[in-house]
């Protein structure tokens, strides 16, 4: 989700981040380390804990399961997130909104885990939401009309989301409208407040 959605920031509203003079090849080269971070590194992780017997399926259907991998999540994220804002101080300074779009989406990553304590809140709807709210809130603030459409195809998105988790029986509708409000509330926030 977070590569999703810094591609559709990168490519359809640069200005928004502060990246619309950046070239295609350094705007490539921040997704990719957006990609190996929040998606490649993660699944190795889950792999490892996986083939270790840390967690019994890669699905992380039980709560036991999804515990450990959410919150190493959130430590490689906010990784990330301290590399864009702190390590890569030209980077921050002049778009310092992508270290602060990591960082709500590390924020609902830690969110998701300590939920996963007690309740199997559906990380996928999570993330989805989070997307949809971003793209939402930068619209109704920045008026991107020319985002209206990526929105419209994001709601669909989200609902197909939910509608497979459902159809797997991976979550209850409950757990898959508390995510989505999670994400949401979370991403909305963090555009209307520090974007």
Same mark, same amino acid.
């Given at each position: 989700m977070p590569t999703l959605l810094f591609g /559709?920031? =990168?490519?359809?509203?640069?200005s928004i981040l502060g990246v619309d003079a950046f070239s295609g090849t350094l705007r490539i080269s921040l997704l990719i380390l957006i990609f190996i971070g929040t998606f490649g590194v993660p699944s190795l992780l889950i792999y490892y804990l996986f083939r270790s017997g840390y967690? @019994?399926?890669l699905q992380l259907e039980? =709560?036991?399961? @999804?515990r450990l991998p959410y919150f190493l999540t959130a430590i490689v994220y906010t990784g990330l997130t301290f590399l864009f804002a702190? @390590?890569?101080q030209l980077l921050s300074s002049i778009a310092p909104g992508i270290a602060i779009l990591l960082g709500s989406i590390t924020l609902s990553i830690l969110?998701?885990?300590l939920i996963s304590i007690y309740w199997q809140i559906s990380a996928?709807?999570?993330? /989805?939401?989070?997307v949809v709210g971003i793209v939402a809130g930068i619209i109704t603030k920045f008026g991107e009309t020319d985002l209206i459409l990526v929105l419209a195809a994001l709601i669909i998105v989200a609902g197909m989301v939910a509608s497979a988790r459902l159809q797997l029986n991976a979550h209850t509708p409950t757990q898959i409208g508390a995510g989505l409000v999670?994400? =949401?509330n979370i991403s909305m926030m963090t555009v209307y407040w520090l974007i």
């Amino acid at each position: 989700m977070p590569t999703l959605l810094f591609g /559709i920031l =990168l490519y359809l509203a640069p200005s928004i981040l502060g990246v619309d003079a950046f070239s295609g090849t350094l705007r490539i080269s921040l997704l990719i380390l957006i990609f190996i971070g929040t998606f490649g590194v993660p699944s190795l992780l889950i792999y490892y804990l996986f083939r270790s017997g840390y967690v @019994r399926s890669l699905q992380l259907e039980s =709560l036991d399961d @999804r515990r450990l991998p959410y919150f190493l999540t959130a430590i490689v994220y906010t990784g990330l997130t301290f590399l864009f804002a702190f @390590r890569m101080q030209l980077l921050s300074s002049i778009a310092p909104g992508i270290a602060i779009l990591l960082g709500s989406i590390t924020l609902s990553i830690l969110l998701v885990g300590l939920i996963s304590i007690y309740w199997q809140i559906s990380a996928h709807s999570v993330g /989805i939401g989070g997307v949809v709210g971003i793209v939402a809130g930068i619209i109704t603030k920045f008026g991107e009309t020319d985002l209206i459409l990526v929105l419209a195809a994001l709601i669909i998105v989200a609902g197909m989301v939910a509608s497979a988790r459902l159809q797997l029986n991976a979550h209850t509708p409950t757990q898959i409208g508390a995510g989505l409000v999670l994400g =949401l509330n979370i991403s909305m926030m963090t555009v209307y407040w520090l974007i």
